[in-house]
């Protein structure tokens, strides 16, 4: 061993992107923010509260390691260019 030189191993990442470990409702409220949609917007889109879309968006940057909206949006938009699944269209 080196002196100066840490010892501790990286860390190791699941093999999974951490979209998938959005549930279904939480990649939905993500997509509505990625689209730009306001809070309002995705509680009426979504027949939730704003309690409701505060707790989704908080383990939405939780399990994608993000502090901000932008963030999301960018890591959200790096996992799905691959997908192909059907997005809602705003009304």
Same mark, same amino acid.
């Given at each position: 061993?080196?002196?100066?030189?840490?010892?501790?191993?990286?860390?190791?990442? %699941?093999?999974? %992107? #951490?979209?998938?470990?959005? =549930?279904?409702? #939480? $990649?939905?409220?993500?997509?509505?923010?990625?689209?730009?949609? /306001?809070?309002?917007?995705?509680? =009426?889109?979504? *027949? /939730?509260? $704003?309690? !409701?879309?505060?707790? @989704?968006? $908080?383990?939405?940057?939780?399990?994608? &390691?993000?502090?901000? $909206?932008?963030?999301? *949006?960018?890591? @959200? !938009? &790096? @996992?799905?260019?691959?997908?192909? &699944? &059907?997005?809602?269209?705003?009304?």
């Amino acid at each position: 061993m080196s002196s100066g030189q840490s010892t501790a191993c990286a860390p190791s990442y %699941p093999a999974a %992107p #951490e979209s998938e470990k959005l =549930s279904q409702r #939480e $990649r939905e409220v993500l997509e509505l923010l990625a689209r730009g949609y /306001l809070y309002k917007e995705i509680m =009426s889109e979504l *027949v /939730l509260s $704003r309690g !409701s879309v505060n707790t @989704f968006i $908080r383990r939405i940057y939780e399990k994608l &390691h993000v502090r901000s $909206r932008s963030q999301a *949006v960018a890591k @959200f !938009s &790096h @996992f799905s260019l691959g997908e192909s &699944h &059907h997005r809602p269209t705003r009304n």
